[in-house]
């Protein structure tokens, strides 16, 4: 028997490097998704915690570009 057993190479060491880096920059991206899904969570549990006149109001940005006449009542292209 060799004592070379948990001797690793050049290539098998890089190998595992990258596996390892890859799976942390995993790891980070899962537990950023994660944090923004709880934060969407909760606005939406505020949100549904409004009373049902909050959700009725009026948009606070009318499309006024699109519902705007092109000229003004009374002249001559109106």
Do not use: C
Request: hydrophobic share 40%.
């Amino acid at each position: 028997m060799t004592d070379n057993f948990f001797e690793e190479g050049r290539q098998q060491s890089m190998t595992s490097w990258g596996l390892r880096q890859m799976m942390k920059g995993a790891g980070y991206a899962a537990v950023f998704s994660i944090a923004i899904g709880f934060t969407l969570g909760a606005i939406y549990a505020v949100g549904l915690l409004l009373p049902e006149e909050a959700r009725q109001t009026p948009d606070p940005m009318p499309r006024s570009g699109l519902e705007q006449p092109l000229a003004a009542p009374g002249h001559d292209l109106a």
